[in-house]
């Protein structure tokens, strides 16, 4: 489905509040298009209406008096009303004269006043008859009948804009919170779904660029609803309006004038063609940008003590003026093809226009009135608003649709939906199967690997950098899922179990434990509600945390802010170990918990580890052998696979791998 449906279907979600903010912007242009109509009666009618034919009445309801006797222009005459002498009113620049002749001239030609004498100059020759000139009191006095009907139009087109402008008004706020809904809902489309995705997908999309596809282009999105499809509409109606009036005006300039249309198209087809390549760039480089800018943050530390400032100022810098060099040629594309275009259709609409009614348009054969000519003027003067709206919002058009692109791109990763179904509470029986695992296609990581671990034992694994420690406890929370082989809880497999169903009764202590913006007590609970402050308190007490937390002002309301970074390594470890204690998992996995704390934290921790262990299948991943000593059984990684496998004096019995490992371990502490 291309992404200009899917946005489509985003929009129908409130689709209602935009049908009413379209509803409301159509009434607003047609009330702003009836203004040259009301101009053109108002000139045509009243102002110019003067010149219509007047006739003698006895009725003085619109008349007017002059010389004596009441005159009335002909269409304010009722039905059945008596009409007397027909007479006419003719201007000549400011000048204005009276013909009360029958059969008075009423076609075009040059006028000239001599002696009393009005002289129309045609092809056919000069036409005179005999004429009073008015006074300035006189043509007033004429013009009386019209200026209330002239104060009732002016006073209808003020309406008519107060309409337009509260309809304009309402449609524009309406559209936007219907935006702002559609934005609202595709960014927590986005949030759930990235919960759902696998581990593996953020190993090859960084961080940033997540953030940026749900921030950055997300409200180029909005712009879309916002402003283009506003404009996009409004243009539609404002242009089709147009159209019907000029068709209605003079229906052969306006088939001219749709000439502009395929030109339009034409020129969209050739701008979208180009500003999408740089577009992609563009949003690409923001991305690229995001990610930098996150990982020097976070890196910061390592940054300046390896004093490679210059060097990733010169990395950000290349990608800046990446992004800088696709956004000057937006830009040229945009000058080049969005003001000039439109300043051209301008220039070649208005010659066609003064070409047509300089070339007989305006004449005895075909009368076109200055009404009409004003409200031709008027019109096409408007047309090209919309033209240069269209035109400038083909810009965000292309932004929002490579945005777009982008985040459906990110909705479209196959996830797992997120389950809150519960299992009763497992033993923590675990056994590995054959168990074959890759994190790239054939290049296995842990090969034909089967051990067991009973309930409540406790399980270390051992082994070199890249050994495969780290994975086993990605298969065993389903992080990945492995290739060959099968795991096994209490005897089930474990592709059985939803995801977040089998975690239930897991618990994890990492070597550089995550804490999160809030409080010790929220980092405790994670905010679940099964977890009460007492049971938190409990927690934090049963794995010693509290001789290290014990100074801190505000207990365990104590801020915490993004990973922790005001607090030492050992306090973020201890409340990681009561983190996991809080949750009470059957199966707890502790990876390298004590390789980055003091000796004293240390000693803390080890207590800890033994109150966490108790009725538990424990797995350890650990660099100190020393940790593990006590471990039911222990597990030698190489390169994926199981060398040695037993308890800490069966190992050192067998004088193999382990035992080279515990002896170079205790020979460096002995140097220490």
Not at 148 to 160: A, G, N, Q, S
Not at 300 to 310: D, L, N, V, W, Y
Not at 378 to 402: H, K, M, S, W
Not at 541 to 560: F, I, S, T, Y
């Amino acid at each position: 489905m291309s992404v200009g449906k899917r946005l489509y279907q985003y929009a129908l979600f409130f689709k209602k509040t935009i049908i009413l903010a379209l509803l409301m912007l159509t009434v607003s242009v047609g009330a702003e298009l009836v203004g040259p109509f009301i101009a053109k009666k108002m000139i045509d009618d009243h102002i110019l209406g003067i010149e219509q034919p007047w006739f003698e009445s006895d009725d003085t309801k619109d008349a007017v008096s002059y010389d004596g006797t009441f005159y009335k222009r002909g269409d304010y005459f009722e039905e059945g009303e008596g009409r007397g002498q027909e007479a006419r009113i003719y201007q000549m620049g400011t000048r204005f004269f009276f013909v009360d002749e029958p059969d008075a001239f009423s076609g075009e030609g040059e006028r000239s006043f001599d002696n009393g004498k009005l002289t129309f100059s045609t092809q056919d020759g000069d036409i005179k008859f005999g004429a009073q000139e008015l006074s300035g009191k006189e043509v007033l006095a004429f013009y009386q009948p019209e200026i209330p009907r002239i104060i009732m139009l002016v006073l209808l087109y003020f309406v008519l804009m107060v309409v337009a402008a509260i309809f304009h008004f309402g449609q524009g706020y309406t559209l936007q919170r219907s935006a702002n809904r559609i934005i609202q809902k595709m960014r927590t489309d986005l949030f759930s779904h990235i919960q759902r995705l696998p581990i593996n997908y953020f190993d090859k999309l960084p961080a940033g660029k997540v953030v940026a596809r749900i921030t950055n282009d997300t409200e180029a999105i909005r712009e879309l609803y916002v402003q283009v499809l506003s404009q996009f509409f409004y243009s539609g109606v404002y242009i089709t309006g147009i159209f019907v009036a000029l068709f209605i005006l003079d229906p052969k300039l306006a088939t001219i004038c749709l000439l502009l249309l395929p030109i339009l198209y034409i020129w969209m087809v050739i701008y979208r063609k180009y500003a999408s390549k740089y577009n992609h760039v563009v949003r690409s480089k923001v991305s690229e940008i995001n990610a930098s800018i996150y990982e020097s943050i976070q890196g910061m530390t390592i940054i300046q003590a390896f004093r490679r400032e210059q060097k990733k100022q010169q990395e950000f810098e290349k990608m800046n003026d990446t992004h800088f060099n696709y956004q000057n040629k937006l830009l040229s594309l945009n000058s080049l093809m969005s003001h000039n275009l439109v300043s051209i259709l301008r220039n070649i609409t208005f010659v066609t226009f003064i070409w047509y009614f300089g070339s007989g348009a305006i004449g005895s054969e075909s009368v076109v009135t200055v009404g009409v000519l004003y409200a031709f003027v008027d019109y096409i003067t408007r047309l090209f608003q919309p033209v240069t709206g269209i035109v400038n919002q083909l810009a965000n058009l292309e932004i929002a649709l490579v945005a777009g692109e982008r985040v459906f791109e990110l909705l479209d990763e196959e996830g797992e939906e997120v389950k809150d179904s519960r299992i009763s509470r497992y033993k923590g029986h675990v056994e590995f199967d054959r168990v074959s695992f890759a994190y790239k296609k054939e290049d296995y990581v842990l090969k034909n690997l089967s051990f067991e671990a009973k309930p409540g034992e406790t399980i270390g694994l051992v082994g070199h950098t890249g050994s495969g420690k780290s994975s086993i406890m990605n298969l065993l929370f389903r992080f990945y899922d492995c290739q060959k082989g099968e795991i096994r809880i209490d005897g089930k497999n474990i592709k059985e179990y939803p995801r977040q169903t089998i975690r239930d009764h897991m618990g994890i202590v990492l070597q550089d434990p995550y804490l999160f913006t809030g409080t010790i007590s929220s980092n405790v609970s994670l905010n679940d509600s099964r977890i009460s402050r007492d049971k938190v308190e409990q927690a934090l007490k049963d794995v010693g945390a509290d001789r290290v937390l014990k100074h801190l002002e505000q207990g365990l309301d104590e801020p915490v802010i993004e990973k922790g970074g005001t607090m030492s390594s050992g306090q973020r470890q201890l409340i990681s170990f009561a983190r996991a204690l809080a949750f009470n998992p059957s199966i707890l996995i502790l990876d390298e918990a004590t390789s980055s704390v003091d000796t004293e934290t240390e000693s803390i921790i080890q207590e800890a580890m033994e109150t966490l262990k108790t009725g538990r299948t424990t797995f350890i991943i650990a660099h100190r052998l020393s940790t593990i000593k006590n471990a039911d059984q222990i597990l030698v990684l190489d390169r994926g696979e199981i060398v040695e496998k037993g308890s800490h004096d069966h190992l050192m019995a067998l004088r193999g791998k382990y035992f080279q490992m515990y002896q170079l371990q205790q020979g460096n502490m002995q140097v220490g």
